[in-house]
């Protein structure tokens, strides 16, 4: 009933930049908290950042500076803008909100989206 599809991933250079999004759709009455999650081969995955629903936000120690995530509650969509990218942040990228439907209190998660940073 609710279904979060992830955009924006591919492989850009060392410095590069790239733009993720997700937009939340289905049976949906408010989104709590939004956030993006990576995993990189070999590894489990780790928070990179959240936003609540009033827009404080969270970042993991390693992007802080780098990368800004952001939401449009109208559109049911965050974003992860990705600046100054390194090697170490490839990985699988999905998206993942706290969402209440008439099913009650949901956290759902995206298929994911790959970031490859590599030269």
């Known amino acids: 009933q609710v279904r979060l599809v992830e955009s924006g991933g591919g492989l850009v250079q060392p410095g590069g930049s790239l733009r993720l999004s997700c937009a939340a759709s289905?049976?949906?009455?408010?989104?709590?908290?939004m956030g993006w999650y990576r995993q990189a081969p070999g590894k489990q995955r780790e928070l990179v950042s959240v936003i609540s629903s009033g827009g404080s936000t969270t970042y993991t120690d390693s992007v802080k500076g780098r990368f800004t995530i952001s939401r449009d509650n109208v559109k049911n969509t965050v974003y992860l803008q990705m600046n100054s990218l390194k090697p170490e942040d490839t990985g699988v990228y999905f998206c993942?909100?706290?969402?209440?439907?008439?099913?009650?209190?949901?956290?759902?998660w995206g298929q994911g989206t790959q970031v490859t940073v590599s030269s």
């Open positions: 993942n909100a706290d969402i209440l439907n008439t099913l009650g209190r949901l956290n759902c």
């Open positions: 289905g049976s949906i009455f408010s989104i709590y908290t």
